[in-house]
């Protein structure tokens, strides 16, 4: 199928239907590569090695950026998806391994599948001086003594990283000791709170490692030398321009048709829905695909949904698509990765956690189910198919929400915009705290350690008064027996295993963040196409007990939520308008789920829940309105409600974040501000940056939220607009033509 024409792979999904579905077809010509010499510094044993699998001469940016490196210059690859970064921190990276006895090199990455894969490629070039082995926790206990004695390039995550090898270094002395690479891959995924927590763990293997050199790889992305020098906490040079050859691409955006329910109330057809279809018909035409779909149960639909089709059209050709997602066991992940490789399997319906990992290659085809909230993770996904020269097709299915409506009729703010920086806040003092305290327990911290940390000494000296750190004449000791509580991907706690209750086998993980939505008692889950209700969720022991079986509805949790202003940073006096900045308390608490029908989504019973309330202290942008400025607005609630939802919808098009990484909250009358007030706030602990930048750039996001409102069909309001799926009211009220007024009001004030 690879030598079928890219406007024949795109005509045979959905014929008949593509003419009014497609709002852009984005077409981007072949180039060819600029091959270089082999760097002075790269042995020959190495060159015959890469030879054998194909790689004669490198690229004229992986000899730039590995002459870097070799010199001792952190650096940063910054280029497109399949221009071999791998070949730019491998070279340096095997040459000090051949020609340096003692030196070692860490390899970081932010899954298991990439460095598992990474591991196959280093292995397969079989070189003898090379002791490359992956320490992750599936590891076995047996094996990781000989991996500290003995391997001298360890493959790992920043969460081994933290867990095992910082607290432990005592034993890991000597390849700490004698470390002169660390290569930290896919560095574009190190955002937010989670980048934070990663550009601390940086500090503290810097300290512990004295002086290696940094080789990061990421996908391209704004301003990547300063986002790269804020993670790993030094200065960094970018290579930035691709000069692999790439072949042909055609980007479509698709916008699933308008149609009727039962009672003749017009939406557009499901985002899921369409996204299997387009699966289903590049199977049957044998396209190699990969489906990408945002959520885990969505992903599990897609492929149910694509399987039955195909066994319908073609019994037993269901077997060649299967899901792919975060949570299932190693082995099932290992297996479905190998039978994509070899052929086995045509489509994969996945979450991001194929956006990285597996080097996968002969794909034909990507469909996005939705816009993945960031520039950088759509061209990351969309490189998936295209590798090494061969042409590409991705489609993006539009979402029934406020900003892909905008995005596919405005193709210019996904084709003509610069890719977003990379958002972290290593100063974050939730984040900044609990490593300071890892830090003090592995070697007491020194005045140059706060200065690496960039610590302000009051947060010291908060710590000393808590009893957390003890100061001494020789620096700051960690005073408790057992290690600071530290969750590095905000998670809120230890994964929930998910178990079988008549058999006691473990289906599966999720995370606790996740738990009280997704796994509350009489939650349908959705597991490998199987489906599940939840029995009972022990919080406490972190487990929740399942049964088999296939209701004929879905469940929907509800919650409510409560803000509280704690401190303003920032604020702008503008006439009737007020706009701020700042921290803030969010009590949430889940109170009740829906049971809707499959199908017509009809309500069919509310039930209520006694969960805990959780408290998020975080950072928030806040408007707030006069009444005399509201007076005319008819329906005051529901106009600040779908503002709120549609500029939360919109937020991910200025800030590197999606709509699950912020919240909101609207009301007529807040306690604290004693006017109409409309919050957005970041989802993270201590914030992540988002609240900042929407704050920053104001006037464009709620500009671009009122457009998308205006611009949208529907007469009273719609997913495409104003109703959120994460709303905890069930959307209710919300008045569309009021928040067009409420965002006029604010946007007339801005200007």
């Known amino acids: 199928m690879a030598s ?48 054998t699998i194909g790689i004669d001469e490198p690229w004229r940016h992986q000899a730039q950026a590995a002459s870097l490196a070799h010199g001792g210059t952190n650096i940063v690859i910054a280029t497109g998806t399949g221009s071999g970064k791998s070949l730019a921190y491998l070279l340096p990276a095997l040459t000090a391994l051949l020609t340096g006895t003692r030196d070692r090199v860490l390899y970081l990455a932010p899954t298991k599948a990439l460095a598992a894969d990474q591991l196959r490629s280093i292995t397969n070039l079989n070189l003898p ?10 590891t076995p206990r047996e094996e990781r003594e000989w991996v500290r004695q003995h391997a001298n390039l360890v493959l790992t995550n920043p969460d081994m990283l933290h867990h095992g090898i910082l607290p432990g270094h005592e034993r890991w002395r000597l390849f700490l000791k004698h470390l002169r690479y660390v290569v930290v891959d896919e560095s574009h995924t190190y955002r937010g709170v989670f980048g934070s927590h990663v550009a601390h763990v940086l500090r503290r293997l810097r300290r512990l490692s004295g002086v290696p050199v940094f080789i990061a790889a990421s996908a391209t992305a704004g301003d990547p030398a300063a986002s790269v020098s804020r993670l790993v906490g030094a200065p960094v040079v970018a290579v930035t321009e691709d000069t692999a050859p790439r072949g042909a691409s055609t980007f479509a955006l698709w916008e699933p048709p308008m149609q009727s329910d039962a009672d003749g109330v017009q939406h557009r057809r499901s985002t899921l829905a369409e996204t299997a279809d387009l699966l289903t018909d590049a199977v049957l035409r044998g396209m190699r695909t990969l489906a990408f779909v945002p959520s885990r149960r969505g ?297 809707r029908r499959v199908g017509s989504g009809e309500v069919i019973g509310t039930f209520p829940l006694d969960l805990p309330t959780r408290q998020l202290r975080t950072v928030a942008v806040w408007a707030t309105l006069t009444e005399e400025s509201t007076a005319e607005v008819v329906d005051l609630p529901g106009s600040l409600h779908a503002a709120e939802h549609a500029a939360i919808g919109l937020l991910p098009l200025i800030a590197t974040c999606d709509r699950w990484d912020i919240g909101g909250l609207s009301t007529a009358l807040h306690p604290d501000t004693g006017a109409p007030t409309i919050f957005v706030y970041d989802g993270h602990p201590g914030g992540a940056g988002f609240a900042e930048r929407a704050y920053a750039v104001v006037e464009q996001w709620l500009g671009a939220t009122r457009d998308a409102i205006a611009a949208c069909e529907c007469r009273t309001g ?24 409420i965002l006029d009001l604010v946007l007339t004030a801005l200007r």
Request: charged share 20%.
């Open 129 to 138: 001086g090379v002791r490359a082995a992956v320490y992750d926790g599936d």
């Open 299 to 595: 992903a599990e639909v897609v492929a149910a949904m694509a399987k039955r089709a195909l066994d319908e059209a073609v019994p037993g050709l269901g077997a060649s698509v299967a899901a792919y997602r975060g949570g299932y066991l190693r082995e099932d992940r290992r297996a479905l990765e190998r039978a994509l490789l070899d052929g086995t399997l045509t489509g994969l319906a996945t979450t991001n956690a194929l956006e990285l990992g597996v080097d996968l290659t002969g794909l034909d085809a990507v469909i996005l189910a939705g816009y993945p909230g960031r520039l950088a993770s759509m061209w990351q996904q969309a490189g998936r198919a295209g590798r090494a020269g061969r042409d590409s097709l991705c489609v993006l299915v539009a979402k029934d929400d406020p900003l892909d409506t905008y995005l596919v009729h405005h193709p210019a703010a996904l084709f003509a915009r610069p890719i977003e920086a990379t958002v972290l806040d290593p100063g974050n003092p939730y984040v900044l705290a609990p490593h300071l305290c890892s830090a003090a327990m592995e070697r007491p911290l020194t005045g140059d350690d706060l200065e690496l940390f960039g610590a302000p000494q009051g947060l010291v000296d908060d710590l000393v008064r808590a009893g957390a750190l003890r100061s001494r004449p020789t620096g700051y000791y960690w005073t408790h027996a057992t290690r600071p509580e530290v969750d590095l991907r905000g998670s809120g706690g230890a994964p929930i295993s998910i178990v079988e209750s008549g058999s006691g086998r473990l289906v599966g993980t999720l995370d606790a963040g996740s738990a009280h939505h997704a796994l509350h008692q009489g939650a349908v889950y959705l597991h490998q196409g199987r489906s599940f209700v939840v029995d009972d969720l022990d919080l406490a022991d972190a487990t929740a007990l399942v049964h088999p079986d296939e209701p004929d509805y879905t469940t929907h949790a509800r919650d409510v939520t409560d803000l509280h202003v704690i401190e303003i940073r920032e604020h702008r006096a503008l006439g009737p308008i007020g706009l701020f900045l700042g921290d803030v308390d969010v009590t949430h608490q889940v109170v009740s789920f829906q049971r």
């Open 4 to 51: 079928l024409p890219l406007e024949d792979r795109l005509a045979v999904l959905r014929p008949g239907r593509s003419a009014e579905a497609i709002t852009h077809i984005e077409r981007t010509a072949a180039r060819a590569g600029e091959r270089s010499p082999w760097p002075a510094f790269v042995p020959e044993e190495l060159i015959k090695a890469l030879a």
């Open 718 to 741: 719609c997913p495409s607009c104003v109703q959120s799926p994460k709303c905890g009211n069930g959307n209710d009220p919300l008045s569309k033509p009021g928040a067009v007024e």
